[in-house]
């Protein structure tokens, strides 16, 4: 049986979490989203990355909600269409926090670096390596499982590197939208409260997939020990 009640049992604060912030994020984006704002997304990203002196990264619309993000290898800046048409404190600050990703890769901010040379292995890791895990334990063979737990480790590894990166993305975004004036002192209350609660998403994946990857280990201890 592939469903593992007691793994369930082991990650639940941590899918507890994930729902909390993602309940977070779309409550905080609608607030958000109804304040006016002196730019659109689109707008106020060009205009920190001209500041930055990235004329060079182009931005266009991506399909989807809240489907923001900075592709590295294109050098592009792809925003969801709300975020890139719409005047809104929400907008500016998913935009502002994607240009800060692109801020970070023009300065080789290591983190990210990282993160982004990992993303391969990562990809594979929480692909193949769940399955090994969970075969592993339901087939009892060891060897399978402690494979499973090197490449899942991998996934955790991501994880915990990418906490930085996001955590610097939005710090950025939160300095630059008051430095250019876009985004009053005042207002950032908005903004704010947009990216602190997309941040706790983060945080509530690395904390799963370190769970997940101390439950793999217990049970491969605990077969060991059998």
Same mark, same amino acid.
């Given at each position: 049986? !592939?469903?593992?009640?007691?793994?369930?049992?082991? @990650? #639940?604060?941590?899918? !507890?979490?994930? !729902?909390?912030?993602?309940?977070?994020?779309?409550?905080?984006? #609608?607030?958000?989203?109804?304040?006016?704002?002196?730019?659109?997304? #689109?707008?106020?990203?060009?205009? @920190?990355?001209?500041?930055?002196?990235? =004329?060079?990264?182009?931005?266009?619309?991506?399909?989807?909600?809240?489907?923001?993000?900075?592709?590295?290898?294109?050098?592009?800046?792809?925003?969801?269409?709300?975020?890139?048409? =719409?005047?809104?404190? $929400?907008?500016?600050? @998913?935009?502002?926090?994607?240009?800060?990703h692109?801020? =970070?890769?023009?300065?080789?901010? $290591?983190?990210?670096?990282?993160?982004?040379?990992?993303?391969?292995? #990562?990809?594979?890791?929480?692909?193949?390596?769940?399955?090994?895990?969970?075969?592993?334990?339901?087939?009892?063979?060891?060897?399978?499982?402690?494979?499973? @737990?090197?490449?899942?480790g991998?996934?955790?590894?991501?994880?915990?590197?990418?906490?930085?990166?996001?955590?610097?993305?939005?710090?950025?975004?939160?300095?630059?939208?008051?430095e250019?004036?876009?985004?009053? =002192?005042?207002?950032?209350?908005?903004?704010?409260?947009?990216?602190?609660? $997309?941040?706790?998403?983060?945080?509530?994946?690395?904390?799963q997939?370190?769970?997940? !990857?101390?439950?793999?280990?217990?049970?491969?201890?605990?077969?060991?020990?059998?």
């Amino acid at each position: 049986m !592939l469903l593992d009640f007691q793994y369930l049992l082991w @990650i #639940a604060p941590a899918v !507890l979490l994930g !729902l909390w912030a993602q309940y977070r994020v779309h409550a905080t984006y #609608a607030q958000a989203e109804k304040e006016p704002a002196p730019l659109s997304g #689109a707008a106020t990203a060009r205009h @920190i990355l001209d500041s930055a002196g990235l =004329q060079h990264v182009a931005i266009e619309q991506t399909p989807g909600h809240l489907s923001d993000h900075y592709d590295p290898r294109a050098k592009v800046l792809r925003l969801s269409p709300n975020v890139y048409m =719409q005047r809104s404190m $929400a907008a500016v600050g @998913i935009a502002a926090h994607e240009a800060g990703h692109a801020i =970070q890769d023009a300065k080789h901010y $290591a983190p990210l670096v990282v993160r982004n040379l990992a993303v391969p292995v #990562a990809s594979f890791g929480s692909g193949i390596g769940m399955w090994l895990l969970m075969f592993g334990v339901i087939l009892n063979m060891k060897p399978l499982l402690l494979v499973g @737990i090197v490449l899942f480790g991998c996934v955790v590894v991501f994880q915990l590197i990418n906490l930085p990166v996001e955590f610097d993305a939005s710090n950025r975004a939160k300095a630059l939208l008051v430095e250019y004036g876009i985004v009053p =002192q005042q207002d950032m209350r908005y903004v704010n409260r947009v990216l602190n609660a $997309a941040a706790l998403t983060y945080v509530a994946a690395t904390l799963q997939a370190v769970l997940t !990857l101390l439950y793999y280990i217990m049970r491969f201890n605990g077969n060991s020990r059998d």
